[in-house]
Every structure is written in structure tokens, then in C-alpha cells.
């Protein structure tokens, strides 16, 4: 073997020694890169857990925070509660109390009404006989409304209160109306007149025959046709067909009422 045949099989083996530290240091390189991308990847996803875990701790903490300030609101309502149980338990014990008060007014309001409805049925059967259906009839239905339940005690004392008034409008004001009047034995529809409770007068449909109520006799007398003029005239007024004037009418007093 000559000096080239050596030197050819040393190149060659040099060669082969290089490609194989080439591919040994190209898979170190390769496996290198390989745990350098994992490594990296590895970092990303750390990286990303982190973030995740900040994010939630930041959730976290939020939440936390609406919870104590729920937690507030709530406490501030409780003592408003508190506070509106506290003055509805005072109005509830007041309310018991005029309650007892009411029922123990009760106790003595329904025996005066009933002494109301006696003293209204005397004023009716003794005083002069001014609307005496109309009073008859709000007497009846006053007596009918203290038997019904569906009617307060109020309201009833009211509407006796309001036929008390009715009855003393009748001594200040002046009406007219038809109504039966008892002469001679007989009842006869006829217009009659008030003025207070000073006069009480009466003339036929026709205006031919005239009367005046006599409170001492407590019956009506007849009247002659000179007082005629003054009674018509008197029912224009209450009619409002003619202006308020002097009058001459036949009184309805008893003896001491006319001293």
C-alpha cells in the first residue's frame, strides 16, 4: 500500500469522523431547539396561567367588594325596617287605644240618638204643621236607619244632625208647597206658606178661599178675602215672582209667644 493509498483511506476516514460529528452536533442542535420550543412553550402557557389567575383574583376581588357593599345596603335597610316596625307597633297600640275609646263612645252616642229621634218625633207632633208628610216621612226613614247594620254611627248621627238643621230652617226661612190641611171636618189639598214659624197660611188651587194656621186653637181658621191680597202676594215672593216687601199676614203664635 503506497503513501496515497494511506492518504486517500485517512481523508476519507476524517470525512466520515466529520459527517458524524455533523449529524451527532445536528441532532444535539435539533434536540436543543426542540426543548428551547418547549421551554418556550412552556413559559406561554405559565405566562398565560398567570395572566388567568390575575384576571381572577381581580374577579375575585371585585366581587368581594359588591358583596361588602351589598352587605351594607342590606344592614342599612334592616335598621330602616327596624325602625318602620318600631313606629307601626306605636301606631297599633294607638290605634287600639281610640279603638277602645270609639266602642266606649259608641256605648253612650247610640242612646243619645235614639233621645235625638224622640225629641225630633215631639218637635213634629207639637210644633205648627209645616210639611208634616215631608217631616213624617224623614222621622220614619231616621227610625228605619238605626236598626241597619250596613250604616256607621257616624252617618247616622249626620243625618240626624242634618234633620235638626232642616227643622230650624224652618223657623228662619220662608217656602212654599201643596199639601192637605184639615177644615170642617175634611181634608183639602191646598198650597201653604211659612214664614219661620210665625206665619202659616193657606189658599185654595182656585185663590177664592183663604186660611191661617192658629197655633192657641191648633186648627185653621178661614180668613175673609181682605187678607187674600197680602197672602198671594206673600207666595210670589216665595216663589221669587216678585221682589221682597212689607207684608200683613195672619200670625201662627200661641198667647206667650205674642207677649
Avoid at 390575575?54 to 325596617?81: C, G, M, T
Avoid at 221682589?243 to 206667650?256: D, H, N
Amino acid at each position: 500500500m503506497n503513501h496515497n493509498t494511506v492518504r486517500i483511506l485517512v481523508v476519507a476516514g476524517l470525512s466520515m469522523l466529520s459527517s458524524l460529528v455533523f449529524a451527532s452536533s445536528q441532532a444535539t442542535l435539533q434536540k436543543s431547539q426542540k426543548i428551547e420550543t418547549q421551554i418556550t412553550s412552556s413559559a406561554a402557557n405559565s405566562q398565560k396561567k398567570v395572566l388567568k389567575s390575575s384576571q381572577q383574583a381581580i374577579q375575585l376581588e371585585a366581587d368581594i367588594a359588591a358583596l361588602k357593599r351589598e352587605v351594607h345596603n342590606l344592614e342599612v335597610y334592616h335598621q330602616h325596617l327596624n325602625g318602620l316596625i318600631a313606629s307601626q307597633t306605636e301606631e297599633l297600640a294607638s290605634y287600639d287605644s281610640q279603638i277602645s275609646k270609639i266602642d266606649d263612645t259608641r256605648q253612650s252616642i247610640v242612646p243619645l240618638m235614639y233621645e235625638m229621634l224622640a225629641g225630633l218625633e215631639g218637635i213634629n207632633a207639637n210644633d205648627r204643621p209645616i210639611r208634616t208628610e215631608a217631616r213624617a216621612k224623614r222621622l220614619a226613614s231616621l227610625q228605619h236607619m238605626m236598626t241597619q247594620a250596613d250604616i256607621s254611627d257616624a252617618e247616622k248621627y249626620r243625618r240626624i244632625l242634618e234633620a235638626y238643621q232642616i227643622e230650624m230652617d224652618y223657623g228662619t226661612k220662608m217656602g212654599a208647597y201643596t199639601g192637605a190641611i184639615q177644615f170642617a171636618g175634611k181634608s183639602m189639598i191646598v198650597e201653604q206658606l211659612y214664614l219661620g214659624r210665625i206665619s202659616l197660611v193657606a189658599r185654595s188651587n182656585d185663590r177664592q178661599r183663604y186660611w191661617a194656621w192658629d197655633a192657641n186653637q191648633k186648627v185653621w181658621l178661614e180668613q175673609n178675602s181682605s187678607v187674600g191680597h197680602d197672602i198671594d202676594k206673600a207666595f210670589d215672593i216665595a216663589a221669587k215672582q216678585a221682589s221682597p216687601s212689607l207684608l200683613e199676614l195672619p200670625v201662627s203664635l200661641t198667647q206667650g209667644q205674642e207677649k
